[in-house]
């Protein structure tokens, strides 16, 4: 069983940064394909944000938060991060990481194969 936490979440002036942790307590994250981070605005469907391969290699983000948002991870940690910049209003949204086992790279922004998610954490970013 995977088993993630979510952190960092705030609130923040729009132009301003957060930066989002998600750890693995269970340590079995990193045997799994992709972690993502995705989002889901208040009244609206969940949604992709950026998530990586754990064998190394590319980043993919959301053509909304490319160049504003980055994907990291510290392996010794296991913890993922979302360092988030230039925040707009449009960002506000409870954010949660997830793990993708099945290795499709065409899912890998598609929530529904993502098979364990941590709690969220919400981010408020005024205008």
């Known amino acids: 069983q995977v088993q993630l936490v979510e952190s960092g979440g705030g609130f923040v002036q729009s132009g301003g940064s957060l930066r989002l942790s998600c750890a693995d307590s269970?340590?079995?994250?990193?045997?799994?394909?992709?972690m993502g981070w995705f989002r889901q605005p208040p009244g609206k469907e969940r949604e992709f944000v950026a998530a990586f391969t754990w064998s190394g290699g590319s980043t993919y983000y959301a053509d909304s938060v490319k160049g504003r948002f980055t994907m990291s991870r510290d392996n010794a940690k296991k913890t993922v991060f979302l360092q988030m910049e230039s925040l707009k209003p449009e960002d506000t949204a409870v954010y949660y990481c997830?793990?993708?086992?099945?290795?499709?790279?065409?899912?890998?922004?598609?929530?529904?194969?993502?098979?364990?998610w941590g709690q969220g954490t919400q981010v408020t970013v005024s205008s």
């Open positions: 997830a793990v993708n086992r099945r290795g499709i790279l065409s899912t890998i922004r598609q929530s529904d194969y993502y098979d364990y």
């Open positions: 269970s340590g079995r994250a990193i045997s799994s394909r992709y």
